[in-house]
């Protein structure tokens, strides 16, 4: 019998063994299986964040908030609030291209004739807000400066309170809600934007402190925060160190650790994001990994096995002048098949989940954290699932396979 007939019939021969127990190989491929797609599913998942979040923030990556402080430091001055005068100041900062001062405050906003009510949250400010948030509207329109300076009792609210009271925001639309106990007319809605801002409503400022604040009209000038947004987003350094330099000589600040007021770049933020992203992406599959690993020790204890239950075949083939590295080849096939079989099927099982993500996500939170979320399939880390998977395969066979060839033909005496 020629050398490629035995090695040819040691195939089969493996190949059978599988067959044969059905059971031990599945469950010795399941470990794998889980491994390699949630290798798969969670670097898409990192991406797919990464890629939704960017989303969001890109679009008002060139925006700078300043906000006061909330406590005061010690040996420093006391905490002290934003002011009208402040914006007004900023606007002549050369790198600096709109300033929307606003006032937040919380109360009731109840539908007129209905029982329906939720509490939310009020902003006050100017007419170019949305604009400068990138805020979307699904109905009506944002107030416009007139409103704004007239102090008008209009009001634009987030897409929770326009279903919350009726039912449908696009029902919203020129209904009357009472905010703090005030009418107000809804003249527009906004599209979602999370779910902590899709609860608001956008009133004109000198509207929110004459009926909501509290204050007379020209008379309260505190703000709760200041949005400059710069030309580009390469020009948010200079145009912070601007905010910086005006603030710090409005404020009388001497040493920048004692300001009252914080400087936030949500350009520098996205960055830091994603540098944390990638570090999640690289090291989280490690964990995945770890599955594969102890699947191999799976492969290896189940071939150990195999090789034990067989030393009678295997000391047989032997006494037939069957080469050891024929006998080797026979047990690294069973070794490489697990491997490259369990493998298969978690490539398949992880852009399964991927897909089936896709599809469930937007529709199981339309307009929650998960809107927008997608992961996102990459070759690399299927090729590299996979060749890991059948490199657990080669390893934990070798040692088995070594073990079989040199099996002496007297030990099946052992077994009868």
Known sequence: ???????????????????????????????????????????????????????????VADEIAIVPTTAEVPGGPPARNLTDADASALQDAPDVATVTPSINSTGMVIATGSVKLLSGTTIGTTDIWAATNNRVLTAGSFFNQTQAREAARVAVVGPTVASTLFGDPAAALNQTVQINHVPFRVIGVMASYGRQLDNTAVVPMDTDRRYIVGYGQGSG???????????????????MAEVARILDARHHITDPRLRDFQIQSLGNRLQTFNQIVRILVLFIPAIAVILLVVGGIGVLNIMLASVAERTREVSIHEAGSTTSRAILKQVL???????GLGGL????????????????????????????FTPVLTVPPVVAAFAI????????GSYPAYRAARLLPIQPLRYQ
């Open 345 to 372: 099927i978690g490539v398949g099982a992880g852009i399964g989940l991927i897909f089936l993500i896709q599809t469930v996500a937007p529709a199981f939170d339309p307009s929650g954290a998960l809107a927008g």
């Open 389 to 396: 998977s059948l490199m657990i395969g080669l390893i934990a």
């Open 1 to 59: 019998m020629s050398r490629h007939t035995k090695s040819h019939r040691l195939t089969l021969s493996a190949l059978r063994g599988l067959r044969a127990h059905r059971m031990r190989s599945a469950l010795t491929m399941l470990s794998l299986v889980i491994g390699v797609s949630a290798v798969i599913l969670l670097v898409a998942c990192g991406y797919g964040v990464k890629n939704s979040v960017n989303a969001r923030v890109e679009t």
């Open 333 to 339: 096939i069973e070794s490489i098949v697990l491997a």
């Open 221 to 239: 000038s505190t703000l709760n925060a200041i949005t400059v947004q710069a030309p580009q987003q390469t020009a948010v350094p200079a145009a």
